[in-house]
């Protein structure tokens, strides 16, 4: 059985994010979805938990897909495999720069690991969970940016940064 691995913080996720879990999905066997903490991203809007829930709403029309949130290091997580790809989408050439650099250093620690790099769809190239992090603190609309199963999950929590 081919594996795909796609790693992510999700805090939230986008529609974005949900368009490169879909294409992979008909590629693969399985997709783990695998929700990670990102110690440079310090301030995040939702937790661990709250991330998987909404991602898991987010899955649940994909039923060869599975969300897991591992402790530790993607190359570490990704030994636990038989056969695993990990799938990375990019949205311009900076996401390339950063995950290239990501995949050498994943390399030295899981030699056997694999990435494949997966272009994103044009429409969502501009999109990221920080731009909507950053219009649901100002209460813009959330349609067409992220999964309608936790667009008012999101506005919740934007109202309690908003002091609301």
Not at 62 to 85: C, I
Not at 125 to 149: C, K, N, Q
Request: proline content about 4%; charged content about 30%.
């Amino acid at each position: 059985m081919k594996t795909a691995i796609c790693p992510g913080s999700f805090d939230p996720i986008t529609l974005g994010h949900l368009n490169i879990i879909r294409r992979v999905s008909r590629m693969f066997d399985e997709v783990v979805v695998c929700v990670m903490r990102n110690a440079s991203k310090s301030s995040g809007m939702f937790s661990m938990e709250e991330r998987c829930e909404m991602v898991r709403r987010s899955v649940a029309r994909f039923p060869n897909v599975r969300v897991e949130s591992p402790e530790g290091l993607l190359a570490e997580y990704v030994k636990s495999f038989e056969s695993a790809v990990v799938v990375k989408g990019m949205r311009a050439a900076s996401d390339f720069d950063y995950e290239f650099q990501m995949d050498l250093i994943n390399k030295k620690i899981n030699p056997q690991m694999e990435t494949l790099f997966l272009p994103s769809s044009e429409k969502y190239t501009f999109l990221s969970s920080s731009i909507v992090r950053e219009m649901a603190r100002y209460g813009a609309d959330l349609t067409g940016f992220v999964p309608d199963e936790i667009k008012t999950d999101i506005e919740k929590k934007a109202l309690l940064w908003r002091g609301k």
